[in-house]
T-cell receptor, first 116, second 112 residues
Framework: DAGVIQSPRHEVTEMGQEVTLRCKPI?????LFWYRQTMMRGLELLIY????????DSGMPEDRFSAKMPNASFSTLKIQPSEPRDSAVYFC??????????????FGQGTRLTVV | LAKTTQPISMDSYEGQEVNITCSHN???????ITWYQQFPSQGPRFIIQ???TKVTNEVASLFIPADRKSSTLSLPRVSLSDTAVYYC?????????????FGRGTSLIVHP
């Protein structure tokens, strides 16, 4: 398996524009997580899905952020409108079954977002 | 969830053994201890997990004393490529799935 695949790897956009980050989890995994990493706040959980259903989105910073998982092999994280403070590395991770219960997750390479 | 405390940073040299200790004083009876490794510009990677005594795999060893209030990740004979951030997590063994929640981790720098 190719692992968790995220696209794009880098994104530079202007303030006010819409940004869409994409994630393909590992086949067969039933948990999907979105994290954001910055120097100031470290690695923060934004939202996670189980069987394509959003379970906890309490980490989503505000209404400008939204996430969807239309099927088991694809998820998006959208920021509209984007702001400079959204600049960060966004990670997608997936897991399954007992491994999820034991805290083991598989991370993608991340998308580095820069909002200017 | 048990709170974890680990050093912010450590320095070492190639060929040395590195031990990173994490304290988790309020760990519950059935909680597991999990460590992740994150290289620069990459996502975190699960490296080892244990409950008590010692666990060893191809990457590291994990030592857990009898009272389980701390754990030590041991990296034998480190190389430059072991430069990374290492995260200690405590995982509840019951109550449904656990969502990995990361602290600030320990930044290990290995020098030539």
């Amino acid at each position: 398996d190719a692992g968790v695949i995220q696209s794009p790897r880098h994104e530079v956009t202007e303030m006010g524009q819409e940004v869409t980050l994409r994630c393909k989890p590992i086949s067969g995994h039933d948990y999907l997580f979105w994290y954001r990493q910055t120097m100031m706040r470290g690695l923060e959980l934004l939202i996670y899905f189980n069987n394509n259903v959003p379970i906890d989105d309490s980490g989503m910073p505000e209404d400008r952020f939204s996430a969807k998982m239309p099927n088991a092999s694809f998820s998006t994280l959208k920021i509209q409108p984007s702001e400079p403070r959204d600049s960060a590395v966004y990670f997608c991770a997936s897991s399954f079954g007992f491994r999820a219960r034991q805290g083991e997750a598989f991370f993608g390479q991340g998308t580095r977002l820069t909002v200017v | 969830l048990a709170k974890t405390t680990q050093p912010i940073s450590m320095d070492s040299y190639e060929g040395q053994e590195v031990n990173i200790t994490c304290s988790h004083n309020n760990i519950a009876t059935n909680d597991y201890i999990t460590w992740y490794q994150q290289f620069p510009s990459q996502g975190p990677r699960f490296i080892i997990q244990g409950y008590k005594t010692k666990v060893t795999n191809e990457v590291a060893s994990l030592f857990i004393p009898a009272d389980r209030k701390s754990s030590t990740l041991s990296l034998p004979r480190v190389s430059l490529s072991d430069t990374a951030v290492y995260y200690c997590l405590v995982v509840p063994a019951s109550g449904g799935s656990y969502i990995p929640t990361f602290g600030r981790g320990t930044s290990l720098i290995v020098h030539p």
